[in-house]
T-cell receptor
Framework: GNSVTQMEGPVTLSEEAFLTINCTYT??????LFWYVQYPGEGLQLLLK?????DKGSNKGFEATYRKETTSFHLEKGSVQVSDSAVYFC????????????FGKGTTLSVSS | SAVISQKPSRDICQRGTSLTIQCQVD?????MFWYRQQPGQSLTLIAT?????????ESGFVIDKFPISRPNLTFSTLTVSNMSPEDSSIYLC????????????FGPGTRLTVL
């Protein structure tokens, strides 16, 4: 079946450090891949997405590249800020209308000044 | 994208009671979903809310416990029935917008605590 595996957290970084959160997936066919972010006390926000192999999704300084050969979609940011502290979820969907998202367990990021 | 609101934003309820959560979207959407996020956990799909027909439930979720309505293309409700402390979770509504069938947008969630 389809699944998403994320690196376990929490991840604790100092401001301006480089961030990587690993995400790998198992899926039949060609899924679309997503990163969602959940700030403290808030709902989920779509951070970025990629719909086919070698696509790079980017937003707010975050990037992730759809790597079909390694079935990965790692999230990166060159210089994190305190305001990036949140829980990050990797997710996939199988590109069929009405298909639900399958989420990873989430990775908590804490950035200190 | 779509702007999604949920009511209530949070509630504290007694065991054995029921709570109905509303989800309103600012535009017509093709699909609406209900997810549960238990404390410290990821999101789990409860059901797909179908307009004009019965919801489609995931394994482990049943209509008697989580009845869902979707009377039109912009509104849905989820009821958590006969609540127990194990139902304490965040309940989130999400939608799929026409023309962007691979992307879901989420409401702010309803934080439910059952005593």
């Amino acid at each position: 079946g389809n699944s998403v595996t994320q690196m376990e957290g929490p991840v604790t970084l100092s401001e301006e450090a480089f961030l990587t959160i690993n995400c790998t997936y198992t899926a039949t066919g060609y899924p679309s891949l997503f990163w969602y972010v959940q700030y403290p006390g808030e709902g989920l926000q779509l951070l970025l997405k990629a719909t086919k192999a070698d696509d790079k999704g980017s937003n707010k300084g975050f990037e992730a590249t759809y790597r079909k050969e390694t079935t990965s979609f790692h999230l990166e940011k060159g210089s994190v800020q305190v305001s990036d502290s949140a829980v990050y979820f990797c997710a996939l969907t199988t590109n069929q209308a009405g298909t639900a998202l399958i989420f990873g367990k989430g990775t908590t990021l804490s950035v200190s000044s | 994208s779509a702007v999604i609101s949920q009511k209530p934003s949070r509630d504290i309820c007694q065991r054995g009671t029921s709570l109905t959560i509303q989800c309103q979207v600012d535009s017509q959407v093709t699909m609406m979903f209900w997810y549960r996020q238990q404390p410290g956990q990821s999101l789990t799909l409860i059901a797909t809310a179908n307009q004009g027909s019965e919801a489609t439930y995931e394994s482990g979720f049943v209509i008697d416990k989580f009845p869902i309505s979707r009377p039109n293309l912009t509104f849905s409700t989820l009821t958590v029935s006969n609540m127990s402390p194990e139902d304490s979770s965040i309940y989130l509504c999400s939608v799929e917008v026409a023309g962007s069938t691979d992307t879901q947008y989420f409401g702010p969630g309803t934080r439910l605590t059952v005593l």
